[in-house]
């Protein structure tokens, strides 16, 4: 993975000087609330219901062990001895004091990481798919495009105040584990007939109050144009986009009122006067930017005798079984696998993980992954690279410390927002919702028949758990001061993204639980023989769903 | 060329006595004309001496000016594109452009193009309600004078100036991002 050299040190050293000037000149009274807002925003520091929190970058979710190791002691030493997983792949520390927050900065300098850009109206933490690098349907690896972009918009002089927060993913995989089309910019890498390598670039999703999907306006930017249409793009939004209401100040609504036709045409005359700049990535900056992501020293196995004990584990033992088809994910090297910890036991608010559990994945990761991590939009952490031999040894490693609950892809590995219990802004809680749902669920055999099934679930319209792209989305109400639940179907964050539609009016919290039941119930129904909620949603539609959650007790 | 929108007037920036000028505190010889006068600004009753004045007026009055081009100035306002300057930058001794408040970043990208593709090499004055924060930016996207009008002393503002030693993109200041200066060692 990338690691810093001296001038990355010494720049986010002299950030992390910068913020504690800020934080005394604050705490001295010589800088207002409102002048200190953005520049804590800008260094990960939110103000919630009950205490600050501070949001760490994970650039493009990578982390190694002693990453980990130093985000456990600093739970332990400045917070509560946990730490959360978010859906941009960072982490989260829900009690942390403002006059502590410079030195925890510092702590994490000393390991390569900071709290940069993490929040607050400027580019964000780039995002990209969990198995980069290993998925068999991988065009082009994409973290190296992903660093690029972070140092790009890194301190980006221009862009720091812009109309509001400006999110980019990048997906190098024909399937789209990055959620592109949810994202202020999505970046597909793609190869034209000649076998050269470009990017379709989609602009204008976002979820929030107003969902709404990307657009592609471009279908082929050559390669070492990345970075020059990107700031392209970012420009045209920064001079255009609406600074007089919050809630339309995304590019997303700058792309609706000037349509993606004419946003296209603004970005491409931007572009033109850019394109052969000083952002060029010329062949030598790509070749040092993969210099970073070097395929891991593999071993190579007789990949039939690995097969082969791999079934015996599986058909000795059942558990095993149902961990090694849920939470495992095929490599492209033979004798590999993928593993993802879950977060998701049921009880727990999805992706929150303990100090211990933090120092337990380290210890996974440098055992059996080659020292790395990944942190997955869906909250959860994958290994990326485990030795099919060594699949049932950390199946039982992982068991010990909580990580093999066997629910990657179904109902229960639910993406939930930290809600009511942390977070002014809610209408309504999520995670005991969250709980209640995953106890109703809790026969895995009925589980998996289910199969791939995505429920996401927000306390507000802010959409932090994503309810409109997931096959059912909750969404917390409030009505007449009381916390309630609307639920929508249909949606999707995969290739074939898609926002959901609502069901009808919103349940209390009692009912969710059965709302969730009968919902299922009516899939399973329908459905054709191996067929997924979300094709059988997309065959049927809303409506058998809405007679039954509605009918009449007879 | 385009013409800018007409619009009701918002806040105006104000004109200090004294600002930084090139790293050091120096007193300001220009007088800013904010838009909404009392009295209808014209070429012929302009005050004497170093006048910036606000881009509509500019525009209207720039052909009579002429004789006195190297002493008038103009102002963006925060919604006023650095194309509408365009090319009569190379003329200009001084642009300003107006911070309504810090949070509005329009100036970074007029301040950028005015001086990255308008070829503008005069004063580049920050004016209105940014802060001592945002010095290190506006300084990359080019901007050499800053007439603050808050509380900090000016002293600390030259200080922060001083907060990073490198950073990571091109940019005014800058001609290479730092992925290709590591690419060429
Ligand atoms: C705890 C306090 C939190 C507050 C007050 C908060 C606030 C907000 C707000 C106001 C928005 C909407 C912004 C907009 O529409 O432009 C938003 C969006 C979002 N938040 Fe949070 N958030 C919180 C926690 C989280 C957490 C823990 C996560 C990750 C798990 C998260 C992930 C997101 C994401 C992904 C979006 C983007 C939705 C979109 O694309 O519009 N948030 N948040
Ligand atoms: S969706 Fe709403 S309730 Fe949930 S974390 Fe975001 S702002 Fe808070």
């Known amino acids: 993975m990338y690691r810093y050299d001296e001038q990355d040190h010494k720049l986010i050293r002299e950030r992390v000087a910068q913020f504690r000037g800020q934080t005394d000149r604050y705490l001295a009274g010589e800088l207002s609330e409102e002048e200190f807002l953005p520049l804590r925003l800008q260094n990960g520091l939110y103000v919630q219901r009950l205490a600050p929190m501070l ?36 982490v989260q520390l829900n009690w942390p004091n403002l006059e502590d927050v410079p030195d925890i900065l510092a702590e994490l300098a000393e390991v390569e990481m900071h709290a940069v850009q993490t929040s607050g ?51 190098g995989a024909a399937t789209d584990r990055a959620a592109i089309r949810a994202h202020d910019i999505g970046v597909q890498i793609v190869k034209n007939d000649r076998g050269e390598t470009g990017f379709q670039v989609f602009v204008g999703g976002g979820l929030g109050r107003t969902p709404i999907l990307g657009v592609a306006i471009r279908d082929f930017l050559p390669e070492t144009h990345l970075l020059s249409y990107l700031e392209a793009i970012v420009r045209v939004y920064n001079q255009l986009g609406r600074r007089d209401n919050k809630f339309k100040a995304r590019i997303k609504i700058l792309v609706k009122a000037l349509g ?50 791999l079934r015996d584990q599986a058909g000795s033992e059942k558990a095993f079984a149902r961990w090694l088809e849920r939470n495992t994910f095929p490599h492209r090297v033979p004798g590999y696998q993928a593993v993802t910890l879950s977060t998701k036991p049921t009880g727990i608010p999805p992706g ?3 100090d211990r559990q933090l120092e337990a994945i380290a210890e996974l990761a440098e055992q059996y992954s080659f020292g790395e991590v990944r942190v997955t939009h869906e909250q959860n952490v ?46 309504a809680k999520s995670i005991p919702v969250a709980e209640a749902i995953q106890r109703k669920f809790d026969d895995l055999d009925y589980l998996y028949d289910l199969g791939e099934l995505d429920l996401n679930i927000s306390g507000c319209m802010n959409a932090c758990g994503h309810h409109h792209i997931g096959h059912i989305g909750i969404l917390g109400v409030d009505k007449k001061g009381e916390e309630f639940y609307q639920v929508q179907l249909g949606g999707s964050a995969s290739e074939n993204a898609s926002l959901g539609k609502v069901l009808g009016p919103s349940f209390s919290r009692e009912e969710m639980p059965e709302t969730i039941g009968k919902i299922v119930d009516v899939f399973v129904e329908h459905r054709l023989p191996e067929e997924l909620f979300i094709d059988t949603y997309n065959r049927i539609g809303l409506q058998p769903f809405k007679e039954r959650v509605y009918a009449k007790a007879s | ?59 209207e009055l720039r052909e009579a000016l002429q004789a006195r081009k190297d002493e008038i100035g103009v102002w963006l306002d925060s919604d006023e594109t650095a194309d509408l300057i365009g090319d009569f930058a190379q003329e200009l001794p001084l642009i300003a452009t107006h911070f309504p408040a810090f949070t509005d970043g329009r100036a970074f990208t007029a301040g950028r193009l005015l001086r990255q593709r308008y070829g503008f090499n005069g004063e580049l004055r920050a004016v209105g309600n940014f802060i001592r924060d945002q010095l290190t930016y506006l300084n990359r996207c080019g901007f050499n004078a800053f007439a603050y009008q808050g509380e900090q002393s000016l002293q600390g503002l030259l200080d922060s100036m001083q907060d990073f030693s490198d950073s990571y993109q091109a940019a005014v200041d800058q001609p290479l991002p730092i992925f290709r200066r590591r690419a060429l060692v």
């Open chain 1, 382 to 427: 994958v290994l990326a690279d485990v030795e099919q031999e060594k699949l049932f040894e950390l199946w039982q490693a992982a068991r010990k410390h909580g990580f093999a609950t066997p629910n990657i892809g179904t109902l229960t590995d639910m993406i939930c927002c930290p809600g009511g219990d942390y977070c002014s802004l809610a209408n």
């Open chain 1, 55 to 90: 949001r760490i970058a994970v650039p493009y979710g990578m982390m190694h062990s002693a990453q980990l190791r130093r985000l456990a002691e600093i739970t332990r030493k400045y917070d509560k001895g946990y730490a959360h997983f978010t859906t941009r792949q960072n």
């Open chain 2, 1 to 59: 060329m385009p013409k800018p929108a007409k619009k009701p007037v918002g806040a105006q920036p104000d004109n200090p006595q004294q600002l930084i000028l090139d790293g050091v505190v120096v007193d300001n010889t220009w007088r800013l004309l904010p838009l909404g006068g009392e009295e209808e600004i014209t070429a012929n009753n302009l005050a004497a001496g170093k006048v910036i004045l606000p881009l509509s007026i500019w525009l």
């Open chain 1, 260 to 309: 993606p036709e004419e946003f296209a045409r603004r970005v491409e005359a931007e572009w033109e006067q850019v394109k052969d700049g000083a952002d060029e990535l010329t062949a030598e900056a790509i070749t040092w930017a993969r210099s970073f992501f070097p395929k891991p020293a593999y071993r190579s196995f007789d990949h039939n005798h690995t097969e082969a004990v």
């Open chain 1, 352 to 354: 929150d993980v303990t």
């Open chain 1, 121 to 171: 109206n400027c580019i964000r933490n780039t995002t990209t798919d969990q198995f980069a690098g290993v998925a068999g349907d991988e065009l082009v690896d994409p973290r190296p495009y992903c660093e690029l972009i972070r140092q790009w918009s890194t301190f980006h002089p221009e862009f720091a105040f812009l109309p509001r927060k400006f999110k980019i993913a990048v997906c």
